[in-house]
Nanobody
Framework: QVQLVESGGGLVQAGGSLRLSCAAS????????MAWYRQAPGKQRELVAA??????????NYADSVKVRFTISRDYAKNTVFLLMNSLEPEDTAVYYC???????????????WGQGTQVVTVSS
């Protein structure tokens, strides 16, 4: 069993910052890419940022809408991914989901796991 547990969401004024965390636990052989997605009311879920494994260079990529403002990082030893969100805008309001591609058995496949989501609400100043 694998669990992804997110934390750090909340209510913030426009221009403010939040830091999301997502910790993976359970029977984990290897984690490849970890990522953050978001889903705003009435919209489809979209990729916000992703970061590869250390073995793959720890490369990060971002949605154009957040590229300058958000930073994704990982603590590889703790199977945790972070999303630092600066200069938040009302348009960033959404439920943010953590995702991870995880291998749970030596001879098993890599599967994508999802967290339960954490709400981020940005209100105009």
């Amino acid at each position: 069993q694998v669990q992804l547990v997110e934390s750090g969401g909340g209510l913030v004024q426009a221009g403010g910052s939040l830091r999301l965390s997502c910790a993976a636990s359970g029977t984990i052989i290897r984690i490849n890419t970890m990522a953050w997605y978001r889903q705003a009311p009435g919209k489809q879920r979209e990729l916000v940022a992703a970061i590869t494994s250390a073995a793959s260079g720890g490369n990060a990529n971002y949605a154009d809408s957040v590229k300058v403002r958000f930073t994704i990082s990982r603590d590889y030893a703790k199977n945790t991914v972070f999303l630092l969100m600066n200069s938040l805008e009302p348009e960033d309001t959404a439920v943010y989901y953590c995702a991870a591609d995880i291998k749970t058995a030596n001879w098993g496949p890599i599967r994508r796991y999802w967290g339960q989501g954490t709400q981020v609400v940005t209100v105009s100043s």
